[in-house]
């Protein structure tokens, strides 16, 4: 059966219901562009997507050397053949008008163009000159979310074994990095125990700060499938904002900013005091029951409610409902990771699932789930705060096995500290103590907190700053030295999904001009500087995608994210594959520890810990007397309040996040004319309590100021949670007349208002607890907010705004086959 579906004003588009334990039917979604039909269309290149971290397995459409639509994968265990609208719309991009295609450096204050020659001698000469005079601590490298693995792992060869420093984040800080510490914390190692399949067969699931109809549509197309079916599962949500999936949940708990692990601590209470506990498991596979039982003992609803101003028969009703459920999911994300207990917060959540025992079998488990499409491959390639492989730099076993897989003496690797996280790095470079600074794939002068403080960073005399990127992007107006990079479409790459799956994306059509895939820069980089091995050999031998994926696949070996029974051909003809995948196993895994926690044992372990509160190390002596047996720990955290509390001066608590058409800075999406005309502009969130209070109506100009900015749009009156605004964070000045910064009337980048502070474990700034007021510019005059009518932003009042639209056709084919077996 084929369709055709508006997929700006139906985003998921058309339902196909399945039961439990049935596999999800397959529907393919395709987008051409007008005038192009399938007959048209040369070949289809194989890749996966990259404006969301769910990873839709699809293929790109090719005609005269130019990309003209994409189609999903009907095969891919990911997503059934099923696209997003970012998926659908999104690839348009890379055929922007101003795509960088030449290289750009900076000459008596402009930016000039010139030829790659000039601009990497440039860039080696200034990292030859800090090298000899100040040391490898001066040079530091911010990347993305959003390359390829083979590049992050030679940008951490480069970074650790090259140049010696120990200054390499990626964005990824900034999103999901509470990911990767909450699942160390528990299980001693990252990778997520889950899987997308689990939504086949839960009972219930449960989502911690979760927009996943806006974050990760395709798998929220799943779950609307799941809930269409016979036997639905039951939904669990927590976030302050009526969200897609808020509107479906049989309980939906909406806290004050900042209270999640009083909730949590909480449900807790109610799993332990009801007995709703498997204690065969939590004897045999966790240590810390005791103590955790004993944090949470004065935790009631009753308490729990005052804090959270939640009402207390409804946390006790989500309670029941978690300790009843037969197979139990948990997905967890930013409204928990943005916080200033993120890691303690997102540990409970994993202490649920090891109370219920519900873990390693079908249905059952948690995904502490990622926000970028190859944020799991900083984290596994060690460009993300970690050595690769998920070694423990603490451990001088692991330092050495790196050590011996790179050829060089471990002593060369730079191991006396943690490597430095992104908001430290940004910190030293303020100071001075980094001098040069690469930043490759990402827009820190629009996504990191207090903007006017980052322009200053990274406006400084003294910073070299080198920008690889697309386009002239508000960070790149301020790069000494611009490198205009290929994107996906235009290379060959992998890249790992938020539930392990890896894809293989290959190159459809070349770049434009003289722009060039990260990876080759990367290797001419490391070339030019002549970085060697202990046998004087080249430090990096690889020289394309498919050797340098090799490369990784010996770093990889025998380690938990083991890639070794992987290759470019295999994932191009079999389709995405779960990691740990080996030669013994080479169908991959589809989920972690279904025979006990693996990776936990002091010697194995990625790391020993910090403390929950604090931030404080766990030594190697203190873990090894906690966890000898190597089993998941089930770490208690007390609350405590947000740093920034409302106050007179500024009454309202300041919540940012996302919206389901735009990603990240807009750098792709606002070139998207589908994408930018569904949500072209900021906006303010406001409960209509509030709006009432402070004299403000639908579609007013209002400005939104905490202690170190302001921001002004339009007002949308929807039903978040009284005393709290909701600001989305993707707009900034590239596409206004000021280019870089705000406007002397006021700004649009909702980071001109975040603070500069942190989880102090994951080191995840906090996006969403501070404190703002609330004033009226302009009364609308029959202006109208824009900001989109499907979503969380939706109005309270369905009459006081257009529906949202996608200002030009948006007709999307979906082709639905239903298997046998599979008709509810």
């Not at 900076?106 to 800090?130: H, N, P």
């Amino acid at each position: 059966m084929r369709t055709e579906v508006d997929r700006i004003a139906e985003p998921w588009g058309e339902r196909t219901p399945y039961g439990p334990h049935s596999q999800w039917p397959a529907r393919v979604d395709s987008f051409l562009e007008p005038g192009v039909t399938a007959d048209m269309v040369e070949r289809w290149v194989q890749t996966a997507s990259v404006l969301h971290s769910n990873g839709d397995a699809m293929d790109i459409a090719v005609a005269d050397g130019r990309i003209v639509g994409v189609r999903g994968r009907a095969l891919d265990r990911v997503n059934r053949g099923r696209l997003g609208p970012k998926d659908l719309f999104g690839w348009q991009a890379n055929r922007s008008s101003d795509r960088l295609t030449t290289p750009l450096v900076r000459r008596d204050g402009r930016l000039v163009a010139c030829d790659w020659d000039t601009a990497m001698a440039e860039i080696v000469r200034r990292s030859r000159r800090l090298l000899h005079e100040v040391g490898p601590g001066s040079l530091g490298f911010y990347t993305s979310g959003q390359l390829f693995l083979e590049e992050y792992y030679t940008l951490a060869v480069i970074a650790r074994a090259g140049l010696g420093t120990n200054h390499l984040d990626g964005n990824t800080r900034l999103c999901t990095a509470t990911a990767a510490e909450a699942l160390k914390e528990t299980f001693g190692c990252d990778g997520q125990p889950a899987s997308y399949t689990d939504v086949d067969h839960a009972d219930t699931i449960a989502l911690f700060g979760h927009n996943v109809a806006e974050t990760q549509p395709v798998l929220w197309m799943r779950v609307l499938d799941r809930l269409a079916g016979s036997n639905p599962p039951r939904l669990v949500c927590v976030d302050p904002r009526p969200t897609p999936a808020a509107r479906h949940a049989s309980v939906h708990l909406a806290p004050r900013a900042g209270t999640n692990v009083a909730l949590l601590n909480a449900l807790l209470h109610e799993i332990i005091r009801a007995d709703r506990i498997d204690h065969e498991f939590v004897d045999t596979h966790t240590v810390g029951f005791d103590e955790l039982a004993e944090s949470v003992a004065g935790c009631t609803p009753d308490w729990a409610a005052r804090i959270c101003d939640v009402p207390a028969r409804e946390i006790a009703e989500a309670a029941e409902v978690l300790g009843g459920a037969d197979r139990l999911l948990s997905t967890v994300l930013q409204g928990v990771y943005q916080s200033h207990q993120a890691t303690a917060a997102a540990c409970q959540v994993n202490n649920l699932q090891l109370l219920r025992g519900m873990l390693g079998r079908s249905g059952c488990g948690v995904l502490q789930m990622n926000g970028q499409p190859t944020a799991q491959n900083t984290r596994e390639c060690g460009a993300n705060g970690d050595l690769p492989g998920f070694r423990n730099w603490e451990n001088d076993s692991h330092v050495a096995d790196l050590a011996r897989v790179w050829n060089v003496e471990p002593s060369r690797i730079p191991h006396y500290a943690p490597p430095t996280p992104a908001m430290q790095i940004f910190r030293y470079a303020e100071q001075g103590s980094i001098q040069m600074l690469w930043i490759s794939g990402t827009n820190p002068a629009v996504s990191l907190p207090e903007l006017p403080r980052i322009r200053g960073i990274l406006g400084q005399e003294r910073l070299f700053t080198i920008v690889q990127d697309l386009y002239l992007t508000e960070t790149a107006q301020l790069a000494d030295v611009v490198l205009p990079a290929a994107t996906w479409g235009e290379k060959t790459g992998t890249f790992t999904n938020a539930d392990r799956t890896v894809h293989l994306s290959d190159k459809a059509v070349d770049p434009p001009g003289d722009a060039r895939p990260d990876l080759d820069i990367l290797l001419d980089y490391a070339r030019r500087m002549d970085f060697r091995d202990r046998d004087d050999r080249p430090l990096i031998a690889w020289h394309d995608a498919e050797s340098a994926f090799d490369a990784w696949k010996e770093c990889s070996r025998g380690r938990p994210c083991d890639y070794t029974g992987l290759t470019h051909e295999r994932l191009r003809n079999a389709g995405g594959i779960q990691w740990p995948c080996t030669p013994d196993n080479p169908e991959g895994t589809e989920r972690l520890y279904t025979d006990g926690v693996t990776w936990a044992a002091p010697d194995v372990c990625e790391t020993y810990g910090r403390d929950l509160v604090t931030g404080a190390s766990v030594s190697e002596t203190e873990y090894r007397a906690l966890n000898p047996d190597g089993r998941a720990v089930l770490k208690a955290a007390e609350y405590l309040p947000p740093h920034e509390a409302t106050d007179d001066e500024y009454p309202l608590q300041l919540n940012t996040g996302r919206t389901l058409y735009q990603f990240h800075t807009r750098t792709k999406t606002g070139r998207t004319p589908q994408l930018n005309a569904a949500a072209p502009e900021v906006w303010v969130e406001l409960s209509a309590g509030e709006a009432r209070r402070h004299g403000v109506e639908e579609g007013d100009l209002v400005e939104v100021t905490s202690p170190r900015g302001s921001i002004r749009g339009r007002l949308r009156i929807t039903e978040i949670r009284d005393g709290m605004v909701f600001l989305p964070f993707h707009y900034g000045y590239w596409d206004t007349p000021e280019g870089d910064h705000p406007a002397k009337d006021g700004g649009r980048a909702a980071n001109e208002t975040t603070v500069t502070d942190w989880d102090p474990v994951s080191k995840q700034p906090l996006f969403k607890t501070a404190a703002c007021r609330l004033t009226l510019v302009e009364r609308s005059a029959g202006a109208v907010c824009l900001a989109p009518t499907t979503t969380a932003s939706a109005p309270a009042d369905p009459g006081t705004t257009p529906p949202t639209t996608g200002g030009r056709p948006a007709m999307a084919h979906q082709t639905v086959t239903l298997q046998e077996g599979n008709r509810s």
